[in-house]
C-alpha cells in the first residue's frame, strides 16, 4: 500500500510541475509580447515551399528556418496549421541574436485530397508585425496517376 501511495505522490508532484513551469511560460512569454521594448526582427530562408508531387498516402516533411536579425531574443510563441493534415513544432526556446530557429511542419497526404494543394501555417513572434503566414503548395496524385518524384526540403 505505501508503494501505491508512494508512486501516486511522485506522479502529482511531477504532473504539477510541469504543469507549473509551462504556466510560467505562458506568463513570461505574454509579457514579452506586450512590450515593444523586447521586440527583435526576423529573416525567414524562405515563406514559401514547394514540395512537388508525391503519391496520397505519403508524409511530407518540411522545414521553415528562421535568423534572429535583432539586437534581442526572438521567442516563437505559436504555430497553427490551418488544416488539420498538418502538424508542426518550432524551435520554444528564445532564439538569440544571429542565431536561427525552425519549424518544422507535417503534411499527410492521406488526410487531404488528389489535387494541387496549399497550405499555410500562422506563426507568431516578438515582432513589430507578430503575426505572420508560412506556406507550402504541391500535387498529391492518387497511386497510379503518374511517378511521384521524391524532394528533399
Same mark, same amino acid.
Given at each position: ?35 515593444? %521594448? +523586447?521586440?527583435? @526582427?526576423? #529573416?525567414?530562408?524562405?515563406? &514559401?515551399?514547394?514540395?512537388? *508531387? ?54 499527410? %497526404? +492521406?488526410?487531404? @485530397?488528389? #489535387?494541387?494543394?496549399?497550405? &499555410?501555417?500562422?506563426?507568431? *513572434? ?28
Amino acid at each position: 500500500m505505501k508503494k501505491v501511495f508512494i508512486y501516486i505522490s511522485v506522479c502529482c508532484t511531477i504532473f504539477t510541475a510541469c504543469n507549473n513551469s509551462d504556466t510560467n511560460r505562458l506568463d513570461e512569454v505574454k509579457a514579452i509580447m506586450n512590450d515593444s %521594448t +523586447k521586440f527583435t @526582427h526576423v #529573416a525567414w530562408k524562405d515563406t &514559401t515551399l514547394d514540395f512537388g *508531387t508525391r503519391k496520397m498516402g505519403d508524409i511530407v516533411n518540411l522545414t521553415f528556418i528562421c535568423t534572429n536579425t535583432g539586437d534581442k531574443p526572438l521567442y516563437i510563441t505559436d504555430v497553427h496549421p490551418s488544416c488539420g493534415c498538418t502538424l508542426a513544432d518550432f524551435t520554444k526556446e528564445p532564439i538569440a541574436p544571429g542565431k536561427t530557429g525552425r519549424i518544422d511542419a507535417q503534411f499527410d %497526404t +492521406k488526410k487531404s @485530397h488528389s #489535387a494541387e494543394v496549399h497550405k &499555410t501555417i500562422y506563426v507568431h *513572434t516578438n515582432t513589430d508585425d507578430p503575426a505572420r503566414y508560412l506556406s507550402f503548395s504541391g500535387t498529391v496524385i492518387m497511386d497510379g496517376e503518374g511517378a511521384a518524384k521524391t524532394v528533399k526540403q
